[in-house]
Structures are given as C-alpha cells and as structure tokens.
C-alpha cells in the first residue's frame, strides 16, 4: 500500500493549475451543500469520469477546507505518484490484505479527525447506471471509525445551453454508521439506496434548470 505524502505547496501550486484547467473544459462547478457541515467526515461520492478525484479536490480546497484524503487505485497512483502529494493513498483489491491494511490506514486517518473520500463503485461507472453496486470498503472504514459521519457527495455532469460542459455537485446530510441497520452488507445496501435517490433528485434538478440554490465555485 503507498501510504500519503502531502505536501502544502505542491497542493497549492496543483490546485492553481487544476483551476485553469476546470476554467478551460467546464462552464463551471456548481455546489449545493447543507448550512451545517462536520469537521471531518467519510465522503461518499459517484465514480463516472476521469475527473471526479479532481472535482473532489477542488471543491474541499475551494468550500470545505478539511484536512482531505482520498482512496486511490494502486496501478492510478503508481501512474501517477505525485497524488500523493495531494492526500491519495492506494488500495489494490486484487490483494485482499492490501485491503485490510488500506482499511485501516483510512480508518486511522479518520480517527486523527481527516477526512477520507472514497468511490464505493471502486471502478468508473457509466453516469446513468442502476444498479450503482456499491463495494463494502466504505463500511468497513466505517465500521473503525463510527463516530466519523459519512457525507454523500452526488456528482453529476451535464451539456446545457452553453459550449462547455457543467459540473454539479450535491452533498447531503450527514449520516452517522450507527444510524444504517443490519450487518455491513445491509448497511452497505442502505446507504447505496439512500445515496441513489439522492443522484437521482439531482439529476432531476439539472435536466429541469431547478438550480437556482447551487452556487458556482469556478
């Protein structure tokens, strides 16, 4: 497992590049967010573009400004180590006690009061699919840290009016470990059915222009 170098100026002089880069491909990055937020929390976001570590980057430096880490694939970091920098650590799923030790080491991080984001689908997903299948890697963080809320964080890509493509993202009330019922698979389950209605309302609002409340980060 490759563990987390982070470095405050290299996320500094990243974050400046990837700004000129959202500017370039997308009309904007729109955020909708409760008024109450944690200080810390198990982020739960959609996986359905290359973009999406990027988006989630951005917006933690832009809004959130927690202490922000992200679980990455191995072959993805060793691709491109300089992640790291940035707070991704790995995980190989071909190895089952590299999953192990990635779940603790988030879980660690978590207890530090961090903050972990994590793609439950584990791969790139098409945007509309149904089922989302959600992996158990989530709960298990989870499960060591259960004081730690998991905030759901929708994402949504969409071609409106204009040229370029817009960005949408919907986080949504907090929930705590404890409040999902039955065994991990079960909860896993839960939070998969909580966290599809919640993609699905947002889309709803982008294809019929209800974003008036979603402020524009870019």
């Not at 170098?5 to 729109?30: A, E, M, P, Q, V």
């Not at 790995?90 to 972990?116: C, F, M, Q, W």
């Amino acid at each position: 497992m490759i563990e987390v170098r982070k470095s405050k100026w290299f996320d500094f002089g990243f974050s400046t590049f990837t700004k000129r880069l959202f500017r370039r491909h997308y009309r904007g990055i729109y955020l909708s967010a409760p008024s109450s937020l944690p200080p810390n929390a198990l982020w739960c976001a959609n996986h359905c573009s290359w973009w999406d570590g990027l988006v989630l980057h951005y917006i933690n430096r832009e809004y959130l400004k927690h202490d922000f880490h992200v679980m990455m694939h191995e072959k993805g970091l060793k691709e491109f180590p300089y992640f790291k920098r940035l707070g991704a650590f790995s995980v190989n799923r071909e190895n089952p006690r590299d999953i192990v030790k990635a779940v603790h080491y988030g879980s660690s991080l978590l207890n530090e009061g961090k903050t972990v984001a994590i793609f439950p689908q584990g791969d790139e997903q098409h945007l509309e699919q149904r089922p989302l299948k959600f992996l158990s890697g989530l709960m298990a963080m989870a499960e060591k840290s259960p004081d730690t809320p998991i905030l759901p964080m929708a994402l949504y890509y969409s071609f409106g009016r204009e040229q370029k493509q817009e960005i949408y993202a919907e986080i949504g009330e907090p929930v705590l470990y404890t409040s999902l019922p039955g065994s991990r698979k079960e909860k896993t389950k839960a939070l998969e059915e909580q966290f599809t209605g919640q993609l699905d309302r947002l889309k709803q609002k982008v294809v019929t222009g209800d974003t008036k409340h979603f402020v524009n980060l870019l």
